[in-house]
């Protein structure tokens, strides 16, 4: 079998019913076997790759599966690497395959031939490049173990033309079930040292993470909760991780948290952190951070504990895994019931206090779409403050909901993502009587300056009737630096205001979409409730003031006592 | 080697491109390398690397735990210097006048080193030591002139039967 067929078999093989990309000269093969296979696997043609790789890291956030995206070798591949970071930063599994000049041209600065492995190397979980046909298929495979295994991440492989035109004999493998790694030797002392310590605190606080979401959780962590009582707060990759109607949710962590959080934080005398990584952006100042409290870590990767902060105790292994081993420990755990802490902690929650006195509300646009969706609706954004006010605003149920990026903050993600998303959302799903299958809605929260970034993708939403519900929330600034600049650099607005010259009614029909504007508090339920209702993609374009700022704000490197909760 | 120094030793997949993943997470995550020397071994799917990196306890525990993380990485364990065999080897090139051929003789014969080559005025000495070792044998030898000098990075192994 011919060495582009053999990805394809291996494709299917790992359950993939999505790729997406973009040809050129090095992938011609590859294309040509998806051409011949597309009644087995989909593939989905973005604008440009950057696209295509915030697409499959959409999808794998949304769905739990691979997400995969194939390029071409040179500026195809190059294009790749914002998506992949932003993948690595957040622990996405993702495999990305690109082809490259054939192996006797490598090494001879041919035409587009780029070094991509040695470029993703620092941003990958691992990468390959296949130089012998005979070992593809085991590559492949090998891939997606890794990038699903553990803590999940991007992999690379790349395959030169000449591999993917090569023969070789292809076995069928069955996909293995992926393993769940056994716990360490020690796991039972250090699980009923966690229990002792949790028994004998009196103002326990969790801390939720992106692990925790990944593990699949929720059910764990909302028993450990109670049977504890302590009140959970998510850091941004942990929202949804918990429910926030639940009684004991308080909110987002860290920079732009709640300052009941905050304060949760500092009076807590045991911390509880699940598949957490004590980011800069979550602690500010190290040595002020959760000062009165022991600190239990628990995540999958050991590197993680002690790589910031040195735990008082600590188990690594699956979240879900452990708690379920931890909770029988917690029996004869006197109850806490109404008036202790974690009530006190949950009704000083101040939420949605910080309202702005402009003609549109970014909180209330947000509360409105919450307001008219079901639980399971996926939320994506772009980065910036209206990435901030959504954490803030739109209250998560569900994990997988919320498709940001945490970790690189890339503007420009969003987009991607919520084409990933819809195809991530039918993921397992049959195509109805029809034929169509079933793309699942979802909102995408974005800036003036994020959407400008890729809003060559509205090509894709459109071509593809994706029912992807953009709210660009256009301010007409780069708020998030603003803001930073107003702080910190006594106002000198240094090429935050873009002042485009864009005329979004015209782009939004240039590529065939729907668009309305909407400029007023009073407007917005009706806006909302159509842009919702609607089967096909709308823009919804919001003009709301350069003014308004994401508050409370801890300045980077600080701690809760230097909280700004109003400034100007 | 200063105090704060530690030996790593990892065996590690013998794949192209190995050496560039270890040096890129130090470099990435700005850990010090005082030196590092990869060889084949027993097992020709394997390479083993022996790592000095210099920093705090807490530091040295990471860089464990980033290289396990690693794929290729199959086995990292930290020797602890006094319970191991540890080796540098030195090629040293000297020039000197007649009259400094005996001293310099003596100093060949009292650190067991070798003489690898010799010319008139010049020659080329080998020592394999402990790093200290070393670096004394150079101290002495900046007296004659030093043309010029290569060494290897530290190697080690456990004393005893076991394996890492
Ligand atoms: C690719 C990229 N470039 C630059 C930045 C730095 N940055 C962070 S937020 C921001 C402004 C975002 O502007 P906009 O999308 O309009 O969002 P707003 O803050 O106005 O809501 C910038 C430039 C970034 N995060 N990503
Ligand atoms: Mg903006």
Sequence with gaps: ?568 | MSHSSHIIAALVRNHSGVLTRISGLFARRCYNIDSLSVCATEDAGLSRMTICASGDEATIVQIVKQLEKLPDTVKVTRLKGIDDITRELLLIKIQYSPSQKSDIENAVNSYNATIADRSASSAVIELTDEHDKIDAFISIMHKYGIIELVRTGLTAIERGKNKI
């Design chain 1, 1 to 568: 079998m011919k060495g582009a067929k053999i990805i394809i078999e291996c494709l299917i093989e790992q359950g993939v019913q999505h790729v997406f990309g973009y040809p050129g000269g090095a992938v011609l093969d590859i294309f040509d076997e998806l051409y011949l296979a597309k009644d087995r696997i989909n593939q989905i043609m973005t604008s440009h790759e950057q696209g295509a790789a915030h697409a499959a890291d959409g999808y794998a956030r949304v769905s739990g599966k691979t997400g995969v995206v194939i390029a071409t070798s040179g500026p195809g591949a190059t294009n790749l690497v914002t998506g992949i970071a932003t993948a690595y930063m957040d622990s996405i599994p993702v495999v990305a395959i690109t082809g490259n000049v054939g192996l006797p041209l490598i090494g001879r600065d041919s035409f587009q031939e780029v070094d991509i492995t040695g470029i993703t190397m620092p941003v990958t979980k691992h990468n390959f490049i296949v130089k012998d046909v005979k070992d593809l298929a085991s590559t492949i495979r090998r891939a997606f173990e890794i990038a699903q295994s553990g803590r999940p991440g991007p992999v690379l492989i790349d395959v030169p033309k000449n591999i993917q035109q090569a023969d070789c004999d292809f076995v069928n493998i069955p996909r293995a079930t992926p393993k769940t790694s056994p716990l360490d030797k020690c796991a039972t002392a250090q699980l009923s040292n966690i229990a002792q310590l949790l028994k004998s605190c009196s103002k326990p606080l969790i801390y939720l993470g992106g692990g925790a979401v990944t593990s699949g959780a929720n059910a764990e962590v909302i028993k450990l909760a109670e049977t504890i009582g302590a009140p959970v707060t998510c850091s941004l990759m942990g929202l949804g991780g918990f429910p926030s109607s639940h009684p004991n949710a308080i909110g987002m962590i860290g920079m732009h948290g709640h300052k009941g959080v905050m304060k949760a934080v500092s009076e807590c005398d045991a911390l509880i952190v699940l598949g957490a990584r004590f980011s800069d952006r979550v602690m500010g100042n190290r040595e002020t951070f959760a000062p009165n409290a022991k600190i239990v870590h628990i995540d999958i990767d050991p590197a993680e504990v002690g790589k910031n902060i040195q735990p008082d105790e600590y188990i690594t292994g699956d979240v879900k895994t452990i708690l379920k081993k931890l909770y029988p420990l917690l029996d004869g755990m006197p109850s806490r019931g109404a008036g202790h802490w974690a009530d006190k902690i949950a009704n000083q929650q101040i939420a949605g206090s910080y309202e702005c006195k402009c003609d549109l509300d970014p909180r209330l646009i947000l509360q409105t779409i919450k307001k008219y969706s079901p639980p399971e609706r996926v939320v994506a954004t772009d980065v910036g403050q209206h990435q901030m006010w959504t954490a803030q605003s739109y209250k998560f149920e569900r994990p997988r909901t919320f498709v940001t990026s945490g970790g690189l903050g890339t503007m420009g993600f969003g987009m991607g993502a919520s084409i990933g998303s819809c195809f991530g959302q039918a993921y397992g799903k049959k195509p109805n009587s029809k034929g169509e299958t079933p793309y699942g809605k979802t909102v995408l929260i974005t800036g003036d300056g994020s959407f400008h970034m890729n809003l060559n993708e509205l090509a894709t939403i459109s071509k593809n009737n994706l029912p992807v519900k953009i709210f660009l929330l256009d301010n007409s600034v780069l708020g998030m630096v603003r803001q930073w600049q107003k702080l910190f650099y006594d106002r000198r607005f240094s090429s935050t205001t873009p002042t485009f010259p864009t005329r979004h009614d015209l782009l939004a029909k240039a590529f065939g979409i729907k668009y309305e504007k909407l400029e007023s508090n009073d407007k917005v339920d009706e806006v909302v409730k159509r842009a919702l209702s609607h089967k096909k993609p709308v823009l919804i374009h919001c003009k709301i003031s350069c003014d308004d700022n994401v508050l409370p704000m801890i300045p980077p490197g600080k701690g809760v006592k230097e909280i700004i909760t109003d400034f100007e």
